[in-house]
Structure formats: C-alpha cells, structure tokens
C-alpha cells in the first residue's frame, strides 16, 4: 500500500486539520468530533447536515458552505459517525429554525442518526431528515437493507441546501426531500477496488481485464463481472439499466452528474459522459444541468457512476444553479 | 491498461465533446481543432489563452470561463498542440484588444505558441505572450531546457485571467505575467507513473515502496528515488527545498496549490497539506489563499505537487479570489 499518510489511525483528524485550513476561515471544527462546520451561519434559517464514514471525499465536508451544508460529520473510513458526534454538530448548527439530516441508506448511519436526532429533540430542537438510496445496482448489500446511498446524495445536499438558503421551512424541506429521493438514481462500475489505510490490501480483487458492475462505494459486491468494455459499452449498460428503473419519456428534463470513484481521470469520465450522452439524447432526454467529477469517492477505486435526477419541478433545477461558494462543488 | 475509452486515438476529441456538453452552453469548440472557448466573450478585453497537450484535465478547459481564460487549445495526449490549432483559438477569441498566451515551458509548446503568434500577428492581432516555468526539481528536462511548467501555471491562469477581466491592457498584462512568475515555484512527488493511451504501459517503474521527488507532468525524470516516506517527512523535503528556492522571511504573504497528480484520493492531498501548512506557519508565512485538489494532473500519475506563489503584490491575491465560473476552479 502506497498512501500519502501519517499513521492510518490518524488519517481523518489531520485530513479534517487540511480541510479546515483550506477553507480560508469559511470552515471550523469542533475538536475530536469530526464535525466541520460554516463559520458563519445565517440566521432564522433551517441548518443541512450531512455526513458519514470518511474516504469518500470531497462528499462531504467539501460541500459545507453558503448554499448547501451548514456541517459534515467526518467518521472513520468507510465507518458511520457515532450519535454523539452527530449530535454535537446538530447542536452547533441549530438557529432555531430546526435541523435537516441527509443520510445515506447505510444500517449504521440511519441508526446513528436517527439516534442524534432523538439526543436533539430530547434538547428541544426540531430535526428532519430524508434517507438517499440513490444506487439502482443492487436491493439490500453487505452493509444495508434495501439500495444504498451513493453519488446522487450531492444533488439532494445541493437541491435541499438551496432550499435552506431561501428560507423554506423545515417541514416544506421535508417535503420536498420526499419528493427529489425517488427521482434520483444512480449505477457505476468499478475498475480496481479501493485500499482502505488500515487494512492496507484492496477490499477486493479484479483482474487484469476485468470490469465489475454495480460496486458499491466501499466495495460491496456488485450485480456482475465481466471483461473490461469501451467506453461506448459501458454506457449501454449503465444508461439501458437507468433507462429501466426511470421508465422515462421523450422530453423529460434531467440533471446529470458522472462522478470518478477516486483514482479515475477526468480524461475518462468526459470521454465517458459523451457517451452516455449520445444514448439520453437518441431517447429524447433534455439534460439541463451537468456535472463531471470525482465527487463522491471510495479513496483510489477506479472507476465511475452514472447519476440522473428528474427534474419533476422546475425550481430543483434553480436549486442546482443556486450560487455557492464551497471547496468542492 | 484498463482505461475508460474507446479508441485510444479518438480519446481527445471524445473529450472534448464531453467537456463542451458539460459546459451546459458556456463552451463551444472549433471542430477539428481542440479549441474550447467562451461562447460569450466580453467585447473591448484582451482574451486569456492557454493549452498544451492533454492528459493533464482539468488543466487546461477546466479555467476557461468568465475571469480566467477566454479559450484552451487541447493537443494529443502529452503532446504540444499545433501552430494551426493555436491559431484557430487566438483568432477565435480576439476582441480586437489582443490575445494574451499562457505557455508552459516545454520546447514542443513555446515553439508552437510562438508560431502561432507569428501566424496571428500576420493577421494584424497583437499577441502576448508568457512562458511559466515553475517547476524547481531539475534544471533542463526531457522535453525542455530550463525548468518545466507545471501546476503553478493555474495561478498564472487566475491572475491573468482577473486582469483581463478588469479591462487591463496587454501591455499591462505583460508587466503583471513577468512579475508573477518568478514568484511561482512548484515542486512534487511521484508514488507511480501515468499510462498514456496509445502506449499502455506505465511511463516508468517505481517499485512497491518507492516514490521519486521532481518527477515531471509527463513522467520526466525527477532529482532523487528512495523508499516510501510519511507525509510529514515528504512534505519537509518539497517544503525545505521551496524554502531553499524562495529564500523566504517570516511575515511574507504567500498563496498555496496542492495538487493532485491524477489518481491520489483528496483524503490524501488533505493530510498532507496539514504537515505542509506546519512546516510554513513555524517559518512565519502568511498564507491568505490555499487549493486542495488535483488541477494539474497526468493522466492517473499517484503523487502530489506543491505550489506556493509568493504574493508580492496585494492585488494578485484579489484576482486569485476574483468570482469565476468554470468547470474546474
């Protein structure tokens, strides 16, 4: 294992360290929590907060700014945040307006939220929160039950963000977190797994021409494996399987974002979103927002994802544009 | 080599169309060309140009946008565009106040750019130009003489690009560009070597432990090869050989660039930031601006650089915060 790090065990507090430093005094941190927030916080308005296990970044401390999340909660790699340190970020953030929590749909993150959630109300502060399981691969997976939270959990941080910045209600973001979850859908292929530091060996192997379908952000199984494709086939399977799960119509409106998995080049993911562009296109899809990049990460997996939201109204696409300023976005 | 292509021969222009489709409307390109430019360029401003070979995204299309560059010329993968294609960009852009040339220095593109400035001047278009040279590893190179160019060349983009967009004359912008780059220095480090398409092996061979410090944007050569090192013992070498370059004093203001070579995660890039931003606040510098991310890349080259630029001037550090809207500032 080739990693740029001190000691794995302190990986994520000194990667918190930098990204609090590069935020130029538009971030803090509260001390051995993990929780990174805005240093200026607008008043009367609901606070987003978001978080997870560690080693897929820039998802998600580098999308705390104005606009989107008032605070990310850095766990260990690949590991949920505990209550308590989610805890200590809803308390931090809260201007009275209530709290709004965007969980990825892993067991121990919807538990460990859903406990910091009950640890706020208990203080008399009003908390939300919406459940992204964006990624169509596979129904129930080595860490979760039912589809996973991937890549797509940045449009709901931008939409939902957007919202908070208008002044909507915590009960109105409710709503309409409700309504964006179901409309956005996610798939990706993986090249190479990823190392996570402590363990030091990829969590898995594929060969040397193989491809596989369907992996998870860290490295749960996929739906198959087969020998490397172009990037024309690629996109075939991706959008026929996105195609499939949309059920979508001539002239309906799209957001898009391709998202590296960590070690794969922006070279790669354009040349691949030409191509999937072509299939939406020969379908009659209107793209109106697009996004390439690596986004959400698995550390170095090579590989990408696919990610469509249905632009069911008009104003999530406003959100999406929305100005902000943040490290990553 | 598993890559996410088609035919590797078609890999740039496959880019390219990819990255004006993710411009949403911003970019367009000249068919056959590898010239991406603004759709809509301010009148009466001199236009920012900027390119070189590909393989190094988000450099160069990723800055070109409102405040940075009016138009980036793609070449093939590592390999200098030609003087037609700079040409086409330069006539492209003119807004009849002159085009002014951002060249890293590689004598492939200082000697195209500088045909082409030839080819345009012809036409009667005043040209600028600069040749950025920040590179501190080696002195003369495989493809150059003199120090190469590399991720400091972003800054020069930054700088530049808000002068432009101030209204500053090319004269003007001449005086600014030889006064800023000698305030450049970048230096980095190499975990493996970028595969290029058409030649499907890696550049060179590292072994499992090992790193080389200088290695160049396109696998050239660096100054020393040794064995893994912690990220506060890498980043006390690039730092203290920085230090050695600037001739440094505390209270000296100074903007940073860490830079990601391709396939390094940011969880990485972060960590070493963090020991790099030690090692200069116990210096006693002033660091009023810092980029984390991997902006000057080599294709999946693991490995990281670091620039600092020396802020001489108070109005460089405003045009490095001067609002753009690009694929990739």
């Known amino acids: 294992m080739k990693k740029i790090m001190n000691k794995p065990e302190q990986a994520v507090d000194e990667m918190v360290q930098g990204i609090v430093s590069a935020g130029c005094g538009q971030l803090k941190n509260i001390p051995e929590t993990g929780v990174i927030y805005r240093s200026e916080l607008p008043k009367d308005k ?6 997870g296990g560690s080693g897929h970044e820039p998802t998600h401390a580098g999308f705390v700014g104005d606009g ?5 909660v850095c766990g260990s790699v690949f590991t949920s945040p505990t209550p308590d340190q989610i805890y200590e970020a809803i308390k931090q953030v809260d201007q009275g307006k209530g709290v709004f929590l965007v969980i990825k749909n892993y ?7 859903e406990m910091a ?8 502060i009003r908390v939300e929160s919406v459940v992204v ?11 979760t039950e039912g589809k996973r939270g991937v890549a797509g959990t940045v449009f709901v941080h931008k939409i939902l963000g957007a919202e908070a910045a208008r002044g909507t209600t915590i009960d109105e973001m409710k709503a309409v977190a409700d309504r964006i979850v179901p409309n956005i859908k996610t798939l990706g292929v993986a090249l190479k797994a990823a190392t996570v530091p402590e363990v030091g060996k990829p969590g898995f192997e594929l060969g040397d021409t193989e491809i596989e379908f369907g992996v998870g952000i860290h490295g749960e199984p996929g739906y198959r494996r087969e020998s490397l494709k ?11 399987k996105l195609k499939n799960a949309f059920q979508w119509s001539e002239g309906e409106h799209y957001a898009v974002l391709v998202n590296g998995l960590g070690a794969t080049p922006l070279m790669e993911q354009y040349i691949f979103w030409q191509d999937a562009e072509k299939l939406l296109k020969k379908d009659g899809l209107l793209i109106d927002f697009i996004k390439v990049g690596s986004l959400t990460t ?20 406003e959100n999406l544009k929305w100005e902000t300023h943040t490290l990553a976005w």
Do not use: H, P, Q
């Open 68 to 72: 989107i999340l008032a605070a990310a």
């Open 133 to 143: 399981d964006d990624d169509i691969a596979v129904e129930d997976s080595t860490y």
């Open 230 to 240: 172009t990037s024309r086939e690629l996109a075939e399977e991706i959008v026929s």
């Open 46 to 51: 609901v606070a987003l907060v978001s978080g």
């Open 117 to 124: 959630k009950d640890l706020a109300e208990a203080d008399g």
């Open 298 to 317: 698995s550390l170095d997996m090579e590989g990408l994802s696919l990610t469509l939201c249905k632009l069911e109204d008009a104003r999530w696409l």
């Open 107 to 113: 067991s121990g993150d919807v538990m460990n939220f």
